[in-house]
DNA sequence: CTGTTAGCGCCTTCAG
DNA sequence: CTGAAGGCGCTAACAG
């Protein structure tokens, strides 16, 4: 900057002015000498030193369970699609649900000095993480930065989200209104806060209706496909329902390979529904039944509170989404 | 960091040679007083400073076009697999192959001084962009900056990749093989490298067979599902192949969708294939017959390759990984 | 409106 | 082995 500053016969500090976008007056043709200047140099300020000096990285970080999920991935694109204009940078990573990885990432990004921190990922329940969390945060904040959270999460941090348990009730009603009486649940992994809150949905709507989720009706999973398909397998065998709500979509592309590869018909024989509505859903093997959650836009909101709560609002209620019921080829009548 | 020197009764610059694991020598007992001051006051320590002083941020940034498609999701997890482990941080960003909004992220990444540049989003041929961006790449490599393509680039720089014409050529054989002899293309954005490269290897494998691939027969879309089953409609108006070969697999599943829609049964009236293998694929409406590029381990590779290169090495040859076709539900002899 | 002066927090010669 | 001093590149009072 020296250089520009230099090359454009002005000091230092009026370089910084313009070139900072500073509301510092400036004359018209110092300040057009050093844009001049700036351009013919190729001059590109360096950030970490401006960070340094001003207590602002223009930098978020985003913690996921799992970039390539699908659902964290669209998430994480309407964070960017918000951040990108506003010139901030995201830095992304996953924790794979492990408290000791998240952790360290969350130290990272302190020591990187973002702004602000997404967790986008739900919130573990092992032993001693919200302590740890909880204490790194507690820095970060008192270092200025700003918590956001987009999910299930023990910690408070001003949130944005949606109905977990009330959008899994809805589709089981949807399932239970078809006929179903033998419903079963696929449900995610158990150390997740977000799994429990899916599951709740699914007993409420089943005890609402006088019926019962017997412990065999419901199935630990992961949130994947195979673990989808190896938890139905089990599922089947032992319970034989006639409708299956997974936690996820994933796992409902699972039901419905493994069912297919069995030669059960869907729905047919039996309904298969999902959550989250990723666009994959509807090119399934058979189109699914799901509930809708509008992740682009879920991250937008993610992205709009982290800058009100930089800007030093605190707005109330914090944002959220509408779920919707999205029928497809996946569920039908419960057969007789 | 002073609060630290003073708690263990040393001086910033001892405190700084522990914490930063400088080859320094200190004495054990400086050495254990710092970190256990450090540890009670739970330091962090500002790497945007550390970054100033030493110009290395441990900061990668990557350009790919849509986080959300998962070709480019599975690729960033390999990525963030080798960085994490090395404490280097990564920014994520789309580029929605927009020659203007790629160069301003690159511009970006630049003055947040990043270590190096993953280019894994393939090089547009929009006039102008290569020139820009070598000028922008010439001033970060003068800084010290590292940059790695992880796709077909006019833009020269140390490469990872795999064999696209190749592997188009390889999997248009596999349906040549089974009898078909009007095969048509679903080809990806025409502005991309990439896009040049599958359509040329599946030119290439009908022309060696003595067929010949009439313009009717190809047809030119977007990556994405919902293109991929518009052009599929259009291209099936026209032409009528008896088999289809997609630049990538989300165009392939919107094949497979608008077929079994319209009643064609797949494979036995027209076959389909894909390009990526993401995991979607053998979940997909029809179980997919793709190429599989082991995404995730790419990913690994370009990290590595970065790695390398900042070490000051220069692997050659470039490393590469070897796609490997897949066969599937989708694909199966000419209707007699 | 402009320039001078201090740092931001850390690393790194350079003397001790 | 330890400490003092200077500087990384930029911003932000503070005088002019």
């Known amino acids: 900057?020296?250089?520009?500053?230099?090359?454009?016969?002005?000091?230092?500090?009026?370089?910084?002015?313009?070139?900072?976008?500073?509301?510092h007056p400036v004359s018209e043709a110092a300040r057009s000498r050093v844009t001049a200047a700036a351009a013919a140099l190729g001059f590109e300020p360096n950030r970490l030193a401006r960070a340094l000096a001003t207590a602002r990285s223009r930098t978020i970080g985003v913690v996921v369970h799992d970039v390539s999920d699908p659902?964290?991935?669209?998430?994480?694109?309407?964070?960017?699609?918000?951040?990108?204009?506003?010139?901030?940078a995201l830095f992304?990573?996953?924790?794979?649900?492990?408290?000791?990885?998240?952790?360290?990432?969350?130290?990272?990004?302190?020591?990187?000095?973002?702004?602000?921190?997404?967790?986008?990922?739900?919130?573990?329940?092992?032993?001693?993480?919200?302590?740890?969390?909880?204490?790194?945060?507690?820095?970060?904040?008192?270092?200025?930065?700003?918590?956001?959270?987009?999910?299930?999460?023990?910690?408070?941090?001003?949130r944005v989200g949606f109905d977990n348990a009330g959008s899994s009730a809805m589709i089981t009603r949807h399932?239970?209104?078809?006929?179903?009486?033998?419903?079963?649940?696929?449900?995610g992994p158990p150390e997740l806060a977000v799994s429990a809150s899916r599951e709740d949905g699914y007993r409420r709507a089943l005890a609402e209706a006088g019926l019962e989720a017997g412990p065999d009706l419901v199935e630990c999973g992961w949130f994947g496909m195979?673990?989808?398909?190896?938890?139905?397998?089990?599922?089947?065998?032992?319970?034989?329902?006639?409708?299956?709500?997974?936690?996820?979509?994933?796992?409902?592309?699972?039901?419905?390979?493994?069912?297919?590869?069995?030669?059960?018909?869907?729905?047919?024989?039996?309904?298969?529904?999902?959550?989250?509505?990723?666009?994959?859903a509807a090119y399934a093997s058979v189109p699914l039944t799901t509930v809708r959650i509008p992740l682009t836009q879920f991250g937008?909101?993610?992205?709009?509170?982290?800058?009100?709560?930089?800007?030093?609002?605190?707005?109330?209620?914090w944002p959220s989404v509408t779920p919707e019921l999205v029928i497809r080829g996946s569920s039908g009548r419960a057969p007789t």
């Open 175 to 187: 399932l239970i209104d078809l006929g179903h009486r033998r419903i079963g649940h696929l449900a």
């Open 226 to 280: 195979e673990e989808g398909a190896s938890a139905t397998a089990r599922l089947m065998d032992r319970a034989a329902p006639t409708a299956i709500v997974a936690a996820n979509d994933l796992m409902a592309f699972g039901a419905l390979r493994h069912l297919l590869d069995q030669g059960v018909s869907i729905p047919d024989q039996v309904s298969v529904a999902g959550f989250d509505d990723i666009e994959f």
């Open 71 to 88: 659902y964290f991935a669209d998430i994480i694109r309407g964070l960017e699609d918000v951040a990108g204009p506003r010139d901030h």
């Open 92 to 158: 992304v990573t996953s924790s794979d649900r492990d408290a000791a990885k998240e952790l360290s990432l969350v130290r990272a990004f302190v020591a990187h000095r973002v702004d602000a921190i997404v967790l986008v990922a739900s919130g573990l329940t092992t032993p001693g993480y919200l302590d740890d969390l909880t204490g790194i945060l507690k820095r970060f904040k008192d270092l200025g930065g700003v918590v956001v959270a987009m999910s299930e999460h023990a910690y408070p941090a001003p």
């Open 1 to 23: 900057m020296r250089d520009v500053a230099r090359a454009a016969g002005v000091s230092v500090s009026t370089a910084s002015r313009v070139l900072s976008g500073s509301a």
């Open 300 to 317: 937008r909101l993610g992205a709009e509170l982290v800058f009100e709560l930089l800007a030093g609002g605190s707005p109330d209620p």
